[in-house]
């Protein structure tokens, strides 16, 4: 490659060069018969693999004049020029624009067929992300928000971020949308500029600016059939555009790092490098968000060589790790300068739910040679069990719910639409992305991965509920539950076995367990329901979460598809037909939502999911092997069953000894010398005998 790394990692770096300072209108202006062959070259099909071509035509290295599309754009575009000029039509005849939306949407309302057409329905999330992509193209082309229902765009930065753009790289490439992926490298080459005097968070930055752009890397790099450009080829100018774009943006977002506890400030400003603690929260980070930058760093790390990448975001996880919290169950702020829990809050809904997703990823990222992630996974994962899952009164729904006040506070039966990521990580984390087949064929399965399997299972028929419990069938932005009282735990298991209550009777007294609130009833277009449907159908085979997913896109067409060409939007509320709409088009919705579907209802090669990682916005990273210096540099500190960190007493290393006990509840272990050391808040034998012996001489 003709990619150079970074200069001056180690701190404030120097803006790029003259490269990056061009900023102004790209100029790009898509004519009616510009759009015509856009749409006639966009109906190619998506190639499955990358030496499995499917439905797709051989190398794109063919002469010139061997390529029947060069041929068929030349006289298209003749035939063009002569329509132009009227050569078609008296000059008293205006040309009639034939509307195909109406054709292109019929499906809705036909019956389902005997047989399950997959790749059909793959096409119509295809045609439901053109729908988006060209009414955000022709209304708010360059903006940072889009709002359909008014056709308007809006800027989070003066100069704009690319947030829908970059946001949706990747989908492009997969869906081989090749002119639609044109027009944004150009927007890219010619009005992306990171130099801005700008605030903007950390996080979101990263996963969705950072992850997309290197996922595009990875996907145009790796599977050069995929929307196949002349631009981006080996040794051609545009090769690195994707990558040397990520480095600029990753050694401005560095600035967060800045802090004296190592954990990244909330925001960060692109041109002074500056980060910038949190305006709410006491200004702690979110804890989520300070602990889901790592494998987009980690991968940059990988392909530059540059170390400082890989350091600060692995620095994060140890500074968390050291707080030593129960049962690996993390509160859901922290400050940024000193590496300390903000309030007792645990969770993994908003703030608290990718901490947990990029650990086991992490150990996924690195092909099993961080073995630190699998057991800081398995720990919170059995912290879940303990804690977190109870069930629902009815119809014994597993529940993953929320602590707000900590572990030892009551539980509240209560999930965000975000919390539905888990079971689908749950099943990944089991196989280790292989099929649950392959897994037990290599020995891999044993009664833990069954157990972790079965709680998958059951957490995603609970997120299914909650599309299935609406009129509009789309799930609630965060939904209640009814339960006993006290709720049970895993522990106690529910009160009758599970059944399948959703799938017998959607009248059933099932629903009654939902309790969805006003305020809580409108949906952002989210995706990780659908996210789960794909790995719980990669790892099981069981298509019936295809039918799920199916069921659910028919939903999102049905209800949030605009009349005319503005594409979709978010909702105000679910729970009434025909809903109340928002206008807002998230750029998840392209990036995650319909990205998903689109692999839900794709073959299962492509992607495998035993070489790959996706982060949080559904980008997509390759595993690789630890080379070019990168390890994991840190360890974690000798702690009890329970997670809490032991004080060792005179610097003693502590190894496996007696336990007893000393007074209620308290724990005591010992070093090789035979002193006692303790737990947090457990009393030693050495100090207690200072003590009494201090208290006798005051007696006398």
Not at 35 to 42: E, S
Not at 107 to 126: C, F, I, M, T, Y
Not at 389 to 400: E, G, N, P, R, V
């Amino acid at each position: 490659m003709s990619f150079s790394g970074p200069r001056n990692v180690n701190g404030h770096r120097p803006q790029q060069d003259g490269s990056w300072d061009g900023v102004g209108s790209n100029g790009y202006t898509r004519s009616n018969i510009g759009a015509k062959l856009d749409g006639y070259f966009d109906k190619r099909e998506l190639p499955m693999y990358k030496d499995k071509p499917y439905n797709y035509a051989s190398s794109r290295r063919k002469p010139w004049w061997q390529k029947w599309r060069f041929t068929a754009a030349v006289l298209l575009l003749l035939f063009a020029l002569l329509y132009w000029i009227g050569v078609f039509s008296s000059s008293s005849t205006k040309a009639k624009v034939k509307d195909t939306s109406k054709s292109t949407w019929s499906w809705l309302s036909k019956p389902a067929g005997p047989q399950v057409d997959w790749d059909e329905r793959r096409e119509k999330v295809k045609d439901a992300f053109v729908l988006s992509w060209d009414g955000y193209e022709k209304y708010a082309w360059g903006h940072d928000g889009y709002h359909p229902t008014s056709k308007k765009g809006t800027q989070m930065t003066p100069s704009g971020m690319g947030w829908i753009i970059v946001d949706a790289l990747d989908t492009l490439i997969l869906m081989n949308l090749t002119s639609r992926l044109t027009h944004a490298r150009d927007w890219l080459t010619t009005s992306l500029n990171y130099d801005q005097d700008q605030e903007v968070n950390t996080f979101e930055t990263t996963i969705r600016m950072l992850g997309g752009l290197l996922s595009a890397h990875y996907l145009s790099t790796t599977f050069p059939d995929m929307a196949p450009l002349i631009e981006d080829d080996q040794g051609a100018p545009g090769e690195d555009l994707y990558l040397e774009k990520a480095t600029d943006l990753a050694d401005r977002l560095l600035g967060a790092f800045d802090s004296e506890g190592g954990v990244p400030y909330a925001s960060v400003n692109l041109k002074t490098l500056k980060g910038i603690r949190s305006h709410a929260d006491d200004g702690a980070s979110s804890t989520a968000e300070a602990t889901s930058l790592q494998l987009e760093f980690k991968y940059l790390a990988m392909l530059t060589g540059e170390k400082d990448y890989w350091d600060k975001v692995e620095k994060v996880m140890k500074v968390v790790d050291d707080n030593g919290v129960e049962d690996g169950l993390v509160p859901i702020f922290i400050y940024a300068h000193d590496g300390t829990f903000r309030g007792h809050n645990i969770r993994l809904g908003s703030r608290g739910d990718s901490y947990y997703e990029y650990l086991i990823k992490q150990y996924l990222q690195t092909s099993g040679q961080e073995p630190i992630y699998l057991e800081l996974w398995n720990q919170a994962l059995t912290g879940v069990r303990k804690h977190l899952i109870t069930y629902s009164k009815k119809a014994h729904f597993t529940i993953l719910a929320e602590r707000p006040n900590g572990l030892t506070s009551d539980l509240q039966p209560k999930m965000d639409h975000l919390v539905c990521f888990m079971p689908g990580t749950i099943a990944l984390a089991a196989t280790g992305g292989k099929t649950v087949a392959e897994a037990k064929q290599a020995g891999k399965w044993g009664k833990k991965e069954q157990a972790d399997l079965n709680l998958a299972i059951e957490l995603t028929k609970t997120c299914w509920g909650m599309y299935k419990t609406t009129a509009t069938g789309l799930a609630p932005e965060i939904t209640f539950f009814e339960t006993d009282n006290p709720p049970r735990s895993e522990a106690d298991g529910p009160s009758t076995p599970p059944a399948d209550p959703i799938a017998v009777d959607a009248a059933a007294e099932w629903k009654d367990d939902y309790v969805i609130k006003n305020q809580d009833a409108h949906n952002l277009q989210r995706p990780e329901t659908v996210e789960t449907l794909f790995y719980m159908w990669r790892i099981t085979g069981d298509d019936k979460y295809r039918e799920w997913g199916w069921e659910m896109f028919r939903s999102f067409v049905n209800y949030t598809k605009l009349e005319g060409d503005a594409g979709f939007t978010s909702v105000a509320n679910v729970l009434h037909v025909p809903p109340k709409l928002r206008d807002n088009m998230e750029s998840f919705w392209l990036a995650e939502t319909l990205k998903y579907f689109y692999l839900l209802f794709s073959p299962a090669d492509l992607l495998p999911l035993d070489s790959i990682v996706i982060n949080t916005e559904a980008h997509v990273f390759p595993r690789f092997q630890l080379t070019r210096g990168l390890k994991t540099g840190w360890e974690r500190k000798p702690r009890g069953k329970d997670g809490r960190i032991i004080r060792v007493e005179e610097k003693k290393t502590v190894e496996e000894g007696k336990k007893g006990k000393e007074g209620e509840g308290k724990e005591e272990k010992e070093t090789e010398s035979g002193k006692t050391v303790k737990e947090e808040g457990v009393e030693t034998k050495e100090t207690k005998k200072k003590a009494e012996e201090a208290a006798a001489k005051g007696a006398a």
